[in-house]
């Protein structure tokens, strides 16, 4: 069978020059190797994988077959290192590990063997600091980790274990649990708790007496819950609730006195929930439910009256709008009409404009996500007959349609997610087309022409 199957995709090569599948590597010979967090770093990419030997390990591939290679064995033997949110920071690239005698702890790269190492033991001994929302700010790397003394707060590394160090105590008897970290007009906002006032809006410059609570949005001890901080016309929006009215629509200037509710969409107590911001020519897209017309595809241009829903997808549920996607000039997403389920939508900004660019699957919603822009065109992954299947559209219905290698010997061979990277001209992603599991798989077309 092996025999026959690399004849057909050989064939598939050589007479196939616009576009070509490649199986990078069989990584894990005796079942799937889910190469995860894929990032591009120095020429080459690195990602987790998993080898029934080896366990899950880092990996590091130029694009080759022989070029695909456990990069290091951090926890030896067939025990997983459980390597996760590697992240590039100029010549260097952080990420999560456990060498079986440390714990979780943060770990650093400079693309070689030997320039791989734990940063610091940020919780000393066995156990692990937790570590996790990652972000880059001023050139340095901002994170939650506990130390075993103050809880989850918030760290910042420059890339010494010196400069590796708690940034604010924000709960002085608790945990913080900064979360949600995001990069905003020059400043870092995160959610966190001080142990009085809630899990509220946050700010920081990267110093202690720089970090602060913006505002206690939800008065007291109450939480505001934010979530989906969005940069947008020089502020930054997100969803959270003031206790008097349900999740809806925010704003801040990152003050105390700038930071106000846009629009009560949901009148009273209900919840319009905004969520999946998205700027797209000069306006913030989302989905927000205003109680009456459920969740539906709306528009703002930061103010109350130019907040409003573009159009009624669906006319009597859950239009669902996610994955917004901005691409050649129009908002792709994932929308539902009520007849046609889950399907791939555009808009131009106009309720006209707003559509339905395909009914992929016919029979069932075929649930398009995970939306990947490569030589100007939208690649997604959706669902057909044979289960999740890789996609690419022009945005038009005609050039709507999935692609795969020549022979499809398993059913839903993208599964959830594909964790598609580009790199190196290609698309690379996990995939198990050919009854090898999940495997590193890459798709190359030629630049378009001009």
């Known amino acids: 069978m092996k025999k026959i199957i690399l004849f057909v995709t050989?064939?598939?090569?050589?007479?196939?020059?616009?576009?070509?599948?490649?199986?990078?590597?069989?990584?894990?010979?005796?079942?799937?190797a889910n190469p995860y967090h894929m990032t591009e770093f120095n020429g080459k990419v690195y990602f987790r994988a998993t080898q029934t030997a080896n366990g899950?390990?880092?990996?590091?591939?130029?694009?080759?077959?022989?070029?695909?290679?456990?990069?290091?064995?951090?926890?030896?033997?067939?025990?997983?290192?459980?390597?996760?949110?590697?992240?590039?920071?100029?010549?260097?690239?952080?990420?999560?590990?456990?060498?079986?005698?440390?714990?979780?702890?943060?770990?650093?790269?400079?693309?070689?063997?030997?320039?791989?190492?734990?940063?610091?033991?940020?919780?000393?001994?066995?156990?692990?600091?937790?570590?996790?929302?990652f972000k880059v700010y001023a050139g340095k790397l901002y994170f939650r980790a506990n130390d075993g003394m103050n809880?989850?707060?918030?760290?910042?590394?420059?890339?010494?274990?010196?400069?590796?160090?708690?940034?604010?105590?924000?709960?002085?008897?608790?945990?913080?649990?900064?979360?949600?970290?995001?990069?905003?007009?020059?400043?870092?906002?995160?959610?966190?708790?001080?142990?009085?006032?809630?899990?509220?809006?946050?700010?920081?410059?990267?110093?202690?007496?720089?970090?602060?609570?913006?505002?206690?949005?939800?008065?007291?001890?109450?939480s505001s819950k934010l979530m989906y901080l969005t940069e947008f016309s020089g502020k930054t929006y997100f969803r959270a609730k003031d206790g008097t009215a349900g999740y809806e629509l925010w704003v801040t200037d990152g003050t105390s006195a700038g930071t106000q509710m846009v629009k009560d969409i949901n009148p009273g107590v209900g919840n319009a929930s905004p969520a999946y911001m998205t700027v797209y020519n000069g306006k913030l897209y989302f989905r927000a439910n205003d109680g009456t017309n459920s969740v539906q595809l709306w528009v703002s241009d930061g103010t109350s009256a130019g907040t409003q829903m573009l159009k009624k997808i669906h006319p009597a549920g859950n239009a669902v709008v996610d994955y917004?996607?901005?691409?050649?000039?129009?908002?792709?997403f994932r929308g539902d009409d009520g007849t046609n389920g889950q399907e791939l939508w555009e808009t131009d900004g106009t309720k006209v404009g707003t559509r339905m660019v395909?009914?992929?699957?016919?029979?069932?919603?075929?649930?398009?996500?995970?939306?990947?822009?490569?030589?100007?065109?939208?690649?997604?992954?959706?669902?057909?007959?044979?289960?999740?299947?890789?996609?690419?559209?022009d945005g038009t219905a005609a050039g709507t349609k999935l692609i795969s290698p020549t022979v499809t010997l398993s059913d839903n061979p993208l599964g959830n997610p594909a964790n598609m990277v580009f790199f190196n001209g290609s698309i690379y992603f996990r995939a198990n087309y050919n009854t090898k599991g999940k495997e590193l798989w890459k798709y190359t077309t030629p630049v378009p022409r001009r």
């Open 324 to 332: 917004l996607s901005v691409f050649n000039g129009k908002l792709y």
């Open 358 to 393: 395909k009914d992929i699957n016919k029979n069932r919603s075929s649930s398009p996500h995970d939306f990947f822009i490569y030589h100007a065109k939208l690649y997604f992954i959706a669902r057909e007959a044979n289960g999740a299947q890789l996609y690419e559209s």
């Open 56 to 133: 899950e390990e880092l990996w590091v591939s130029d694009g080759t077959t022989a070029g695909t290679r456990m990069f290091k064995d951090i926890k030896p033997g067939s025990r997983s290192s459980s390597i996760a949110w590697i992240t590039v920071v100029g010549d260097i690239f952080y990420f999560r590990a456990d060498n079986g005698t440390n714990g979780q702890e943060l770990w650093i790269s400079d693309g070689t063997a030997a320039g791989t190492r734990m940063l610091k033991d940020i919780r000393s001994g066995a156990k692990s600091s937790n570590l996790s929302y």
């Open 10 to 32: 050989v064939f598939f090569t050589l007479n196939t020059s616009a576009q070509v599948f490649k199986l990078v590597k069989d990584i894990n010979r005796t079942g799937d």
């Open 151 to 222: 809880g989850e707060e918030l760290w910042v590394s420059d890339g010494t274990a010196v400069g590796t160090k708690m940034v604010k105590d924000i709960h002085t008897s608790g945990n913080g649990n900064p979360s949600y970290l995001t990069v905003s007009n020059g400043k870092l906002y995160f959610t966190a708790t001080d142990g009085t006032n809630g899990k509220e809006l946050w700010v920081s410059d990267g110093t202690a007496s720089g970090t602060q609570m913006v505002q206690d949005i939800n008065p007291g001890a109450a």
